[in-house]
């Protein structure tokens, strides 16, 4: 670590004048409860003696206003949102920007003005990862009200006019999971189950989709939670059904939760059942037996949103695009239906 | 979503004011380079004429200054990060605070200053996940600096005065790593194997304590780096070795690449070699087979650390501790060495 510059006066300073704890200007500063009136005052006073200032102080010493983007985001331990967050940082430090991550919750009502609240000043870079409902809202939010300076990944709340808009980057998940559908058809499965992420509609109206075009009625989609635990629970009915030959997955913690529900149900994979999986989690290639499952490129895509933002800001060269389309990587659990 | 407030002045009006793009407006606000003088000059007008301010007045109009937590952490994608975050991010949700996450670079030189101005206020309620260098840093600078609200989470770099410390809270990694490496020796085995991630040096420092306690000369540790493929790779030797039985990993994703790489070298498990991990990812009990491990609550440390902050701001009764300890998991990767 660097020496520090000329040190600039501190809450401790702060608390030392005016004979009270550090906890104690803490509270005066955040307006908090439990400070009597007196004891508020004192602080002040000691603050406007001192000069003691915001951290804008701080900052200017440290070499001036630091470029920074805000991402605005809902969960950030999911796969695809760690990894788009993983992109962006990368890009981000690689172009000298810090990042913040302002986290929403997904159950909230927010307003616009709550959504604009997020930045730290109008016009600031954001870039909004566009997951879920709450993060969609926010997206149109920041797009109609600061235009040049939101990027958005996501897609499957979209409107259709949305998916080639200049300010948006976004996987095409449908169009893959159709892709996957068509594929365990192609083998001579009859038909094609669905274990179903939440909210995710993109993946399973490209699975119905394909069903369809092969003229076949889709079997009822299986919804499951987001854990492995929640699969294996979820799909104990499937992997039971002996007519059951194979299984689409919301993702790659789903379908290792089909494996093992399949695994305690003596089914064999792939002889028994197929189990594809979506996203292509690192340790897919190293599952023993290795998963099939799809390729979606989040990492590139938040370098990719990144990269946008800043041709927006500063123009150069269009980025896009510099990420690896979906794909279908068939490894080992998956084959021909036994006849 | 609820419907917006009345609407404020936007960077939109104040383009068309002006007569140039939002991007143009952006730039003037962010002082971006590629805006003639002239332009900047019409716009800073605009801006003036409509009164324009910064998203302070959105935030007003939403009901207040909204209480918020920020949280220092360098990369948010690995488990024990990303998990931690989440259990910050669930507690601060339930208490009516909104998370910022400051990402920070594990590779640059901080003065404390640029700690210091990561705040959006001196004094701003902030959490530290200190699991490397750069943040064991921060946490020491906000420590000494702000200390009234400070809390960190983590450990490894820290000095034994620190353990008790009534602003830290950490899993103690080290105890249980040396208890991991009872559990096999106590079986049987002649030695254990270590293979190390990058970094964590309590968790090594643990593993050897253990081996030296029982008289063994502890054998060269292993590093890998953090994928399961890297972890595939650098077990290349350790599992062709015969005289091998027992490999304590860093992580699980370490032990999934070992496991990997022994059903690749035709050697069983736990027949011919015992494979134990560390943190208990959601997969490890789902696995096939069932994964040895260690169970770390980074999710409860999180959701600890923002109680101890808000503790510290607010009072009420130290929440401490609502998490659950380290402890070793036994599945089926790990048994008796054969005799």
Known sequence: MSAAGPRPVSIFDVAKLAGVSHQTVSRVIND????????RARVKAAIADLGYRPNRSARALAGGA????????????LYGTAETLRGIEDAARAAGFSVLISVMDPDQDYSEADILGRLSHDGAAAIVIAHDEVTTYAMRVLHERQPGTTVATGGEHLGNGDRDADWLISLDDRTVAARATRYLLDMGHRTVHYLAIPGKASRRTGWAEALAAAGITAPEAVDSGWSVAAAAEAATGLVADPAVTAILCGNDDLAFGVLHAAHRAGRSVPGDLSVVGFDDYPLAAYHVPPLTTVD????????GAFDLLRYKLEGGSDPRPSWRSPELVVRETSGPPRQ
């Open 296 to 303: 979606l490129d989040f990492r590139g895509v938040g370098r």
């Open 32 to 39: 908090a409860p439990m400070v009597a009136d007196a004891t």
């Open 66 to 77: 630091v470029r920074s983007v805000t991402v605005l985001t809902t969960d950030t331990s």
